[in-house]
């Protein structure tokens, strides 16, 4: 059992790095601080739960290193300007800009509702000047070359190692986006696109242009992270190219290797078994979902999977979500409510001993399903298991220690699933209220020693206006709430 100073203890961490496709143990390049950087939205329509699968899936896995005590910079980028942007433009007759702003709004609220809580939301639009110096450097350095129409392009031959992300080690499936006849090879890919008529564009040291898809990622994660960075995450579908293209293009920059320790994967969200995607028709709106099963039912079925896991949308699947986080919310509340008023446990039985050993158990479990890749779905099965304990073993007439071992043990599984902090932050606020009335209590206590007595009616009465009774006995006084 290891932890991080400071954190929390429990196992070793591991992660499926997609760079060797192997288990390793996390240890990032400066504990406690993790850089993550997850690639973002680009915003030329509306946001759908495929791409919430994956951003819910990343905002899981930093929150559950911030419980282990790692401190989470988290990074998540929006592509205000792209090929698709431009193309929406040029189909509506809407300004490229005025687009851009309406979906990265869509996408900002729905992380909001879903509470994805991200460091910084960098803007491509907003780092131009940031990218044209990045690929100034790659074109002295000599990894990149200036085509005569003014773009500027990667020259993949220069990089070694490239498609080792991918597995893809034969340069016959290297083929990238851009077929054009001006690059040197066919999958040299670019960095800085020279202006086409009725495009927008920046001024360049090579003309009038806009960055190309991957050099963004590159420029905006190396600014905030300082460098290098721990985890660099994304769906699957961005292994290749837009993976292999910012892995090569940072190194080349940084003149060093590797810039991400840890490459993380998350798989797709099928619906009938398809892939969900603009050109099967197959789109479920996010804010759609929202609207129908609301965020926590959302939010707990895209953590249901192992995040490298294919995860299939149903009605059903959303419908046991959705009686999980009834029954685990019930839970949180039922818990606190127990603990409002705490008796010492002096002695506990043989059997409540044993529900005692039950929660440590799941406790462990859930930790060792976590540690282990991030595997939600068997973290899911532990936290069923505590709610289930709960509704037969522990709701009724518990001792504080059962009670109160099983609230933390929610607490640690709610710090994840985010799915009752409304319930935990309104428990909290109950604990400090009752803590004030206490102290005003006694603060009237002291004053009827010292004889003052009209203060102490005044302390009396103000608090029968807010509903808080007091009753005196000769050696105490108790209070209770209307």
């Known amino acids: 059992m290891v932890g991080v100073k400071g954190g929390l203890t429990g196992p070793v961490i591991k992660v499926r790095n997609t760079m060797g496709r192997r288990l390793e143990i996390f240890e990032p390049f400066n504990p406690p601080l993790v850089r993550m950087y997850v690639c973002g939205p680009t915003p030329y329509d509306y946001t759908h739960i495929g791409h919430a699968r994956t951003f819910v899936a990343f905002d899981g896995i930093k929150r559950y290193l911030?419980?282990?005590?790692?401190?989470?910079?988290?990074?998540?980028?929006?592509?205000?300007?792209?090929?698709?942007?431009?193309?929406?433009?040029?189909?509506?007759?809407?300004?490229?800009?005025?687009?851009?702003?309406?979906?990265?709004?869509?996408?900002?609220?729905?992380?909001?509702?879903?509470?994805?809580?991200?460091?910084?939301?960098?803007?491509?639009?907003?780092?131009?000047?940031?990218?044209?110096?990045?690929?100034?450097?790659?074109?002295?350095?000599?990894?990149?070359y200036v085509a005569k129409s003014g773009s500027v392009y990667f020259n993949v031959?220069?990089?070694?190692?490239?498609?080792?992300?991918?597995?893809?080690?034969?340069?016959q499936y290297w083929n990238q986006e851009e077929h054009v006849t001006e690059k040197l090879h066919p999958y040299d890919f670019a960095l800085w696109k020279a202006a086409k008529p009725g495009e927008p564009f920046w001024e360049s040291p090579w003309g009038r242009g806009r960055p190309g898809w991957h050099i963004e990622c590159s420029v905006m994660s190396t600014k905030y992270a300082g460098g290098k960075l721990d985890i660099h995450g994304g769906a699957s579908d961005l292994i290749f190219p837009h993976h292999e293209n910012e892995r090569a293009q940072s190194e080349a920059y940084?003149?060093?290797?590797?810039?991400?320790?840890?490459?993380?994967?998350?798989?797709?969200?099928?619906?009938?078994?398809?892939?969900?995607s603009k050109s099967l028709g197959n789109i479920i709106l996010l804010r759609d979902a929202l609207n129908k099963w609301g965020e926590n039912t959302l939010r707990a079925w895209l953590l249901s999977a192992h995040y490298r896991a294919q995860i299939e949308y149903s009605e059903q699947s959303l419908k046991q979500a959705q009686r999980f986080v009834e029954r685990f919310r019930s839970m949180i509340q039922g818990l606190a409510k127990l603990l409002e008023n705490p008796e010492p446990s002096?002695?506990?039985?043989?059997?409540?001993?044993?529900?005692?050993?039950?929660?440590?158990?799941?406790?462990?479990?859930?930790?060792?399903?976590?540690?282990?890749?991030?595997?939600?779905?068997?973290?899911?099965?532990?936290?069923?298991?505590?709610?289930?304990?709960?509704?037969?073993?522990?709701?009724?007439?518990?001792?504080?220690?059962?009670?109160?071992?099983?609230?933390?043990?929610?607490?640690?599984?709610?710090?994840?699933?985010?799915?009752?902090?409304?319930?935990?932050?309104?428990?909290?606020?109950?604990?400090?209220?009752?803590?004030?009335?206490?102290?005003?209590?006694?603060?009237r206590s002291e004053l009827r020693r010292r004889k003052e007595y009209t203060l102490a009616d005044t302390i009396r009465d103000k608090l029968g206006e807010l509903g808080i009774i007091l009753m005196d006995y000769k050696d105490r006084t108790e209070w209770r709430i209307k």
């Open 66 to 144: 911030e419980l282990r005590g790692y401190s989470v910079l988290h990074i998540q980028n929006i592509t205000d300007i792209d090929d698709k942007i431009i193309n929406k433009s040029r189909e509506t007759g809407e300004d490229w800009r005025s687009i851009a702003d309406k979906y990265a709004r869509d996408y900002l609220e729905a992380m909001s509702r879903l509470r994805v809580n991200i460091t910084i939301h960098p803007k491509v639009t907003e780092h131009i000047i940031d990218i044209i110096e990045f690929v100034k450097k790659l074109v002295e350095k000599g990894y990149a």
């Open 254 to 276: 940084l003149g060093e290797a590797p810039w991400v320790k840890y490459w993380l994967h998350t798989g797709y969200l099928t619906i009938e078994g398809e892939k969900m």
């Open 157 to 171: 031959d220069k990089y070694p190692g490239y498609g080792s992300l991918s597995g893809r080690r034969d340069k």
């Open 346 to 443: 002096h002695k506990l039985g043989i059997e409540e001993v044993q529900v005692l050993r039950e929660i440590e158990n799941i406790t462990a479990n859930w930790h060792r399903e976590m540690s282990s890749d991030f595997n939600f779905s068997g973290a899911l099965r532990e936290a069923q298991k505590l709610v289930n304990l709960y509704y037969s073993k522990i709701r009724d007439n518990s001792p504080t220690a059962l009670v109160l071992e099983a609230y933390k043990t929610a607490l640690q599984i709610n710090k994840v699933l985010a799915v009752a902090d409304d319930i935990v932050h309104g428990a909290s606020s109950k604990g400090l209220e009752a803590k004030l009335i206490e102290l005003i209590v006694e603060i």
